[in-house]
């Protein structure tokens, strides 16, 4: 009986044993897994801040090429700019140079100058035409010529000048002759439409030395006078308006 209780003793001290074996194994094979799963965490961390190093570095070097093309663009944009104020001062300068043709070329259609050349009086409202030079008084019934001529109210303002041999009448402007007509009393009338508003309107007894539908420049001459003494007479109307030709001429011619 007591071998068999000492048998039983030892088995169950046996058991005990192999207990704390197969306990101190797991805690062993969990230490193990513990550490592989710890290096296995290493190798992920390490693998993954790799990554972020090489993201890191590929978003170092793109953001160094952007630098570099933002610069290259805002060199070109100053490039640009210079090269826009350049064409801007360019269009600018031919603007006005443009401006100023056109106030040019339109200043010669705007009678403002002179209308006679050579030995000629401008006389003031209160000096008596000579009696031989008197405008005879105008019939009822006009001759047909007459009636060609352009009706200019009694009251319009005028230049009347006393012209000697050989002077001679001019356009005071550029444009074109609508009218040449001409009679014994009032010699001939001409009248010029200079196309922007102004027509200018020159009476006298000389020789017409233009025709209707002529052209002529600035300084054309007109009428040629032949007399010794004659008058001369000079209106200018625009848009309707008769003016005062002394505001509009140099007087000084």
Same mark, same amino acid.
């Given at each position: 009986?007591?071998?068999?209780?000492?048998?039983?003793?030892? %088995?169950?001290?046996?058991?005990?044993?192999?207990?704390?074996?197969?306990?101190?194994?797991?805690?062993?094979?969990?230490?193990?897994?513990?550490?592989?799963?710890?290096?296995?965490?290493?190798?992920?961390?390490?693998?993954?801040?790799?990554?972020?190093?090489?993201?890191?570095?590929?978003?170092?070097?793109?953001?160094?090429?952007?630098?570099?093309?933002?610069?290259?663009?805002? @060199?070109?944009?100053?490039?640009?700019?210079?090269?826009?104020?350049?064409?801007?001062?360019?269009?600018?300068?031919?603007?006005?140079?443009?401006?100023?043709?056109?106030?040019?070329?339109?200043?010669?259609?705007?009678?403002?100058?002179?209308?006679?050349?050579?030995?000629?009086?401008?006389?003031?409202?209160?000096?008596? %035409?000579?009696?031989?030079?008197?405008?005879?008084?105008?019939? @009822?019934?006009?001759?047909?010529?007459?009636?060609?001529?352009?009706?200019?109210?009694?009251?319009?303002?005028?230049?009347?000048?006393?012209?000697?041999?050989?002077?001679?009448? /001019?356009?005071?402007?550029?444009?074109?002759?609508?009218?040449?007509?001409?009679?014994?009393?009032?010699?001939?009338?001409?009248?010029?439409?200079?196309?922007?508003?102004? /027509?200018?309107?020159?009476?006298?007894?000389?020789?017409?030395?233009?025709?209707?539908?002529?052209?002529?420049?600035?300084?054309?001459?007109?009428?040629?006078?032949?007399?010794?003494?004659? /008058?001369?007479?000079?209106?200018?109307?625009?848009?309707?308006?008769?003016?005062?030709?002394?505001?509009?001429?140099? /007087?000084?011619?």
């Amino acid at each position: 009986m007591e071998n068999s209780s000492d048998q039983e003793k030892k %088995i169950a001290e046996d058991k005990k044993g192999l207990r704390y074996d197969i306990i101190l194994l797991v805690v062993v094979l969990l230490f193990l897994l513990m550490l592989v799963v710890n290096a296995s965490a290493k190798r992920g961390l390490r693998a993954q801040l790799e990554d972020s190093q090489k993201i890191s570095e590929m978003l170092r070097q793109k953001n160094t090429e952007l630098t570099e093309k933002v610069a290259e663009l805002e @060199e070109r944009d100053g490039e640009q700019d210079k090269e826009l104020a350049a064409m801007s001062k360019s269009l600018t300068t031919k603007t006005d140079e443009l401006t100023a043709l056109q106030e040019k070329d339109a200043a010669r259609y705007i009678p403002n100058i002179y209308p006679l050349r050579g030995a000629a009086a401008l006389l003031n409202d209160d000096e008596e %035409i000579p009696d031989d030079e008197e405008p005879e008084e105008e019939e @009822e019934e006009e001759v047909a010529e007459e009636q060609m001529r352009l009706a200019i109210p009694p009251n319009a303002p005028s230049a009347v000048f006393m012209t000697s041999a050989e002077s001679r009448a /001019i356009a005071t402007a550029e444009g074109t002759v609508t009218k040449v007509t001409g009679d014994a009393d009032k010699g001939y009338q001409i009248v010029l439409d200079h196309g922007n508003g102004y /027509i200018t309107v020159y009476e006298g007894f000389g020789l017409a030395l233009v025709g209707e539908n002529d052209t002529v420049g600035k300084g054309s001459v007109l009428l040629y006078f032949v007399d010794d003494t004659s /008058i001369f007479t000079y209106w200018v109307q625009y848009d309707d308006t008769w003016l005062d030709p002394l505001d509009n001429i140099d /007087i000084n011619g």
